[in-house]
């Protein structure tokens, strides 16, 4: 899943992609690199970001939309409002991405129940402003996966077919550092609730962190666009234990982790490959 972010503040490539002819040309550019669907998305959910008006994002996005899926794109809008979701389905997307789990707007299990698109549900616990005061967790991962799972149930009450949903951890969201690692290894987790599984990883905070220079109060976290090698890493491995997709801002070397992980996997299964691995 290749971001397109129609946005002029996004933490990792903020005004890059604005207008609508940048956007579709950067979604094109992705098709190329690899990427099997492109995420576009009008408001931007680094932390500390301000909402945008409904009548904004919606002028962002649409355009896109309609424009990449006559191009024969697979798109998914990266909303958390039900009106969006709605308009964009009808411009073409074929997938709702919304990081609030149906939190932020009551409407949008509705939207997503009538229009039948596909849904990714993530974990979420407030908005970008307050996003950081709510990381308080007993067990960062049976946390996560019990809140998925009610959210789940509660989208399945308000009409929504369990094979529309898709699942996501939200890394990066109310776990602003080390909180994200135990959820990467413990992906097996959120796949026992049966539901295919995403992962955006990808230049999120965490890796900064990780790959930061320096030593105690002066160490500095990678900029974002030097996150890029540790989110393949990631993609790899995270394919390697069986995500449906992952959401990444750099096509190209993420498709070929995914591609190293699936030949991995077929080599670990006797008579699984003789050298030649499906790419799809």
Sequence with gaps: ?????????????GGEWFS???????GLELLGEGAD??????????????????????????????RLAAAGAVVSVDTTR???????????????????????DPGMARAVAETGAA???MHWR??????????????VVADVRD?????????????????????DPGLGFSKAGALNWPLLARLDALHALGRPVLVGASRKRFLGRLLATG???????????ARDEATAAVSALAAATGAWAVRVHAARASRDAVRVAAAWAAGATPGGTDGEVDSS
């Design 1 to 13: 899943m290749g971001v397109v972010n129609v946005t002029p503040d996004s933490f990792s490539d």
């Design 20 to 26: 609508p002819e940048a956007g579709v040309q950067h």
């Design 37 to 66: 669907i492109l995420d576009v998305g009008g408001e931007s959910t680094r932390p500390g970001s301000a909402r945008v008006p409904e009548e904004q994002e919606l002028a962002r996005v649409i355009p896109v939309i309609s």
């Design 82 to 104: 039900a009106s969006v979701a709605e308009r964009a389905v009808a411009a073409g997307a074929r997938i709702v991405n919304d990081v609030s789990g149906g939190l932020a």
């Design 119 to 121: 849904y990714v549900c």
């Design 126 to 139: 407030g908005h970008a402003d307050v996003m950081d005061s709510l990381e308080v967790y007993d067990d």
């Design 147 to 167: 809140e998925l799972a009610a959210r789940l149930a509660a989208l399945e009450a308000d009409g929504v077919r369990r094979e529309q949903v898709v699942l």
């Design 215 to 225: 030593h105690g109060d002066v160490a500095e976290p990678a900029p974002p666009l």
